[in-house]
DNA sequence: GAAAATTGTTCAATTTCTGAACACTTTTTT
DNA sequence: AAAAAAGTGTTCAGAAATTGAACAATTTTC
């Protein structure tokens, strides 16, 4: 089992659902939507690692377009600081299209009818290049200075910085904040005192 | 064709094409997603007006907790000044388990087997009961100044997203998720019980 | 398939959270 | 400015949560 998460679009359900089943078996978290809409907010929310994107949808179009579209809303404003990887894949042997979406950020390419294994195969291999991208950019951040990159927070952080804002919104008045924060004003008091934040 | 987004939940493939394939009949939008963990991104991202939720996940569990967890999730935590309309199905004819939904928040009940016509009528009913209410809100709003209202956040829904979150992050390793959430094992194993995150 | 890591549990000591209480200060109402 | 209301600082004791340690069972890794 692969540590990866997995974003596989297509509105083929047949083929979203065959895909699914067979990248369930090998990464840890699969995720099958047929709706291309949900792609930010499910790369924004549930940290994909790999998205695997199908070329067309809707009916008639044909060229590839779409896919092109949502790979450059995944590469380029997602608003990640470390987009996912993208997978393509389409069911025509088009070449032309095929250098174009590498070109466009793709990291690999994948034609219908597909082989399980190759299609693992590049999967992985997607992820682990990604993985290793987060990890660069995670080192950098020493230097950075700038908001942080999306290490997970300690929940005491977490915390802290969560009661500072409520606070801040609640005009500094600690009977309404802990009422707002679901705790009691003497506990409020005393995480307040704990944290430094009187 | 009815102006509402809706977002349908079903762990069930088959249910949850056949459910698509009558909505995508009356309404311009419709999202289908059989994780339930994708709930808040996408109702957080894609301003559903309902959503048509599945009692039961999983296997052995078919008492309709699941699916009053999840209809407090969108009802009351989800963070949003005007949450999704909620209807609520299920394959049992089971009234307490309604009287309960609809108590905690639930708009309205379906059963399976649903007829068509009366599933499109009542989620068109909830739609509309929603864009009113959202009317409403926004009616008062016009006097306030910042931008959202949205009301600060518990501290208990705020770390039960964060720990949702992290737990993603780290490949559902609960050992490493402790280490980067900065709790014991132990403790992150009790929480992911108390809230229901196993 | 052996070794390493992770999970599910329990346990008792420790820490945190809680509501109630009460005197005191600040803010709001009249 | 006096009265009323709301908020603060503090204490207290019981309830709840957190902790590290421990250990068998399971899963993952090599």
Redesign the pocket.
């Given at each position: 089992?692969i540590?990866a998460r997995i974003l596989i679009i297509d509105d083929n359900v047949a083929v979203l659902q065959s895909l699914r089943l067979v990248l369930k078996g090998a990464f840890c978290t699969v995720v099958a939507v047929s709706d291309p809409q949900l792609i930010p907010a499910i790369i924004k929310e549930e940290n994909i690692d790999v998205v695997l994107l199908d070329m067309n949808f809707g009916k008639g179009k044909m060229d590839g377009q779409d896919g092109l579209f949502w790979l450059d809303r995944i590469k380029h404003r997602s608003g990640l600081d470390c987009p996912p990887a993208v997978v393509l894949i389409t069911a025509f042997g088009d070449i032309g299209l095929a250098v174009d979406s590498l070109k466009q950020g793709g990291d690999d390419f994948i034609q219908k009818p597909w082989d399980n294994a190759d299609l693992i195969r590049k999967i992985a291999e997607a992820a682990e290049k990604r993985r290793e991208k987060r990890q660069q950019a995670n080192r950098s951040i020493g230097q950075q200075v700038g908001k942080d990159i999306s290490q997970p927070v300690d929940l005491t952080d977490l915390e802290r910085e969560h009661i500072r804002k409520v606070m801040s919104e609640c005009g500094?008045?600690?009977?309404?904040a802990a009422k707002a924060l679901?705790?009691?004003?003497?506990?409020l008091?005393?995480?307040l005192k704990?944290y430094g934040l009187q």
């Open positions: 089992m540590q500094g008045n600690m009977s309404v679901g705790i009691s004003r003497t506990t008091y005393s995480k704990r």
